[in-house]
C-alpha cells in the first residue's frame, strides 16, 4: 500500500512555469508505475503524463506534450511534474497516482490504485 501527498499548486500566469510533487510513504515506491491526472468541475478526470518504474520510460497527453516533463527519484520516493509554458487551459485539481500494472506505463485512470488529495493550478490570462 501507498500513500501519495501533492504539493507545489498555486495561481500563475500565462506562460509561466510551476513544478508539482508528489510525495509517497513506503518502502516500495519503486515498484508502482505513476501517473499524473487532472480534473475540473464539471469534466471527468483527465490523464497527463505516466512514467515507468524505473522512469526510462514516460508518455504524455497530446495536450501537454513538449510542455510537461514527468520525472521521479525513486530514492526520494518523489514524483514531480514540471510544467512549463501554461496556459489558462491547464487550470484544474492535479492528482498523482499509483499503479500496480504489469505495463511499463499506464495511461487509464482504471489502471491507478492509489491517489493523492490533489492540488490546484489556476493559470490566469
Known amino acids: 500500500q501507498v500513500q501519495l501527498v501533492e504539493s507545489g499548486g498555486g495561481l500563475v500566469q500565462a506562460g509561466d512555469s510551476l513544478r508539482l510533487s508528489c510525495a509517497a510513504s513506503?518502502?516500495?515506491?519503486?515498484?508502482?508505475?505513476m501517473g499524473w491526472f487532472r480534473q475540473t468541475p464539471g469534466k471527468e478526470r483527465e490523464f497527463v503524463a505516466t512514467?515507468?518504474?524505473?522512469?526510462?520510460?514516460?508518455f504524455y497527453a497530446d495536450s501537454v506534450k513538449g510542455r510537461f516533463t514527468i520525472s521521479r527519484d525513486n530514492a526520494k520516493n518523489t514524483v514531480y511534474l514540471q510544467m512549463n509554458s501554461l496556459k489558462p487551459e491547464d487550470t484544474a485539481v492535479y492528482y498523482c497516482?499509483?499503479?500496480?500494472?504489469?505495463?511499463?506505463?499506464?495511461?487509464?485512470?482504471?489502471?491507478?490504485?492509489?491517489w493523492g488529495q490533489g492540488t490546484q493550478v489556476t493559470v490566469s490570462s
Open positions: 497516482a499509483a499503479s500496480s500494472t504489469r505495463y511499463t506505463t499506464a495511461s487509464h485512470e482504471s489502471q491507478y490504485g492509489y
Open positions: 513506503g518502502r516500495t515506491f519503486s515498484s508502482y508505475v
Open positions: 512514467i515507468s518504474r524505473s522512469g526510462g520510460s514516460t
